[in-house]
């Protein structure tokens, strides 16, 4: 499984943004799931993450910030963020918790100050 991530953009400091994962119910139901993050020079990193049972956890750079949620009517999870600053600038990718799928495309989020 790929996952594409989608709805990346450029958007100036303190705008909003909502990026979108399309996967099937079984596969949200079955994995903890996570928005990654990588800048240019470091390691991909969680910035969010949900449980199967719903729990959310989050990067204490995003928290407040940015929201997890997964729409199992619409078999997609999103990720809203708020408030956005220059260092959230990066590539967004969402996929399995844990025990990541090969990477899918990921979309490009640019902060402009």
């Known amino acids: 499984v790929q996952l594409q991530a989608s709805g990346g953009g450029l958007v100036p400091v303190g705008g909003s943004l909502r990026l979108s994962c399309a996967a099937s119910?079984?596969?949200?139901?079955?994995?903890?799931m996570a928005w990654y993050r990588q800048v240019p020079g470091k390691q991909r990193e969680a910035v969010a993450v949900v449980n199967v049972d719903g729990r959310t956890n989050y990067a204490d750079s995003v928290k407040g910030r940015f929201t997890i949620s997964i729409n199992y009517a619409e078999n997609t999870m999103y990720l809203q963020m708020n408030s956005l600053k220059s260092e959230d600038t990066g590539v967004y990718y969402c996929?399995?918790?844990?025990?990541?799928?090969?990477w899918g495309q990921g979309t490009q989020v640019t902060v402009s100050s």
């Open positions: 119910g079984r596969y949200f139901s079955r994995n903890d």
């Open positions: 996929n399995a918790a844990w025990r990541p799928d090969p």
